[in-house]
Each structure stands twice: as C-alpha cells, then as structure tokens.
C-alpha cells in the first residue's frame, strides 16, 4: 500500500497543472507528434503524459491516478472503467494496432512466423499477455500457428511493449513487437524484409485501439479538445504515417 501511494504522489506532483494523458506503450512514439500538432491549435494548453503497459495505467485510474484520458492498446481496458462509472465518454476506436516480428540481425523472414523456430534462436521476446494487449495478440498468433507450445520456453516477457522493443533490439535474439513503433524516426534504420516484417493478421485478432475521456478530466476543456483533436483528420493523418489503420 506504501508503495502505491507514493507512486500516485509521484504522478501527481510530476502531471499536476496540466492535461494528463495515460498512453499505452505502444503509442509513446506518435504521442509526441500528436501532443505537438495539437499545441499548434491550442498553444496555451499544457499536455503531460505517462507511458505504461495498458493494464497497469487502468489499475492507476481504478486507484485514483489522476489522469484526464486515457489510451489503451485494447478496447477491453477502457470498457472496464466506463462499465466503472469512471469516465464521461463511452469508449471508442481511435486506432489499429498490428504485430511486427523485429530482430536487429538480418534474418530469413521469407518463413513468415516460422523464423521464430529458427535453432539459432534462444530468445523470443513478448509483451507480458496479462497486461498488455500487444502481448496477448502475440500469444494468439503463435497459437494459431501452432508455434506457441514448441516456443513458449525461448520467451522474455516485457512488461510492455515498448520494454518488449527494448529487449528485441539488446536482451533478446528476436522479438514480437508493435508495428507502428518500426516508423518512428529512431527506428529506420531497421529495413523490413531484413530485420523485420509484420505478422500475418489472420493470425490474431484485430487490435483496436481504444481511448477514454476519464472523470478527471470534467472542467478541463484541454482534455476535451485533445479527445476531438484525436478523431480529426489531422491526428487521423499522424497515426496512419506511424503505421496504424483507422
């Protein structure tokens, strides 16, 4: 319980006065652009945003955390905390993520899924499926390919998506990421087709990105010009050059 309350304090000293935006991990590339375009329309407005694996951000709001919107990776996250009566808008599609298989060596990529079976191959690296939806699109894939039960003992489990990058790239041989983290900027250098390509989405479900406007956020009329600024055709044309569909 310690520990708690002071991480809320942390979130809370460090947020306080602004727009506070819970991002899933997924998204910590295309927030910047977006919070900067945004500003352009709104220059007087404060954004602040944490980035975390979507089940945990939700088990900060369901505590107390003091976030104006949040955005997770799936729709089941914020439909949890509309059902909760902690938010003043229904959920709704902002986004579609898709998985990506990265690796920082060049690899045979022409096997599709199946280069993860590769013998070279010692560590796999995932998002952790009980917190973050990356994660568990990752596992179903591999279930439907029949690769999860020979592999499941090769995984590295990030508490994110973007720890899960972090490992792909350093900690581990391979990895299954978020695709739209492969546009970014620092990311180019990684050529698809050489050091990755996406997975095929007919091994998983579609990834529909959901977001929320949280009860904190009542009075701030920053926060409910972010939340229409996010379904304008400008923060459309962000997302879709970051790899996302909509």
Known sequence: ???WIIAVFSISAMLYGDTKLAVAANMSYAITPLIAAFQQEHPDAKISYVVGSSGKLA??????APYDLYFSAN????????DA????????VYAKGALAILSSEQRDFSKGIS?????SIEKITVANPLTAPYGTAAVEALKHAGLYDVLKEKFVYGESIAQTITYATK????GIIAAPALYAPQMKHYKEGVHWIKVAPSLYRPIDQGMVLLKHAKEDKNAKAFWDFMRSDKAKAILTSYGYSL
Do not use: F, N, S
């Open 1 to 3: 319980m310690k520990r």
């Open 59 to 64: 088990a900060q709001i369901m505590h107390g």
């Open 75 to 82: 729709m089941t996250y914020p439909q949890r905390l509309y």
């Open 85 to 92: 009566k902690m938010t003043v808008t229904k959920p709704v």
């Open 115 to 119: 280069v993860l079976g590769e013998p």
């Open 171 to 174: 900690a581990a041989d391979i």
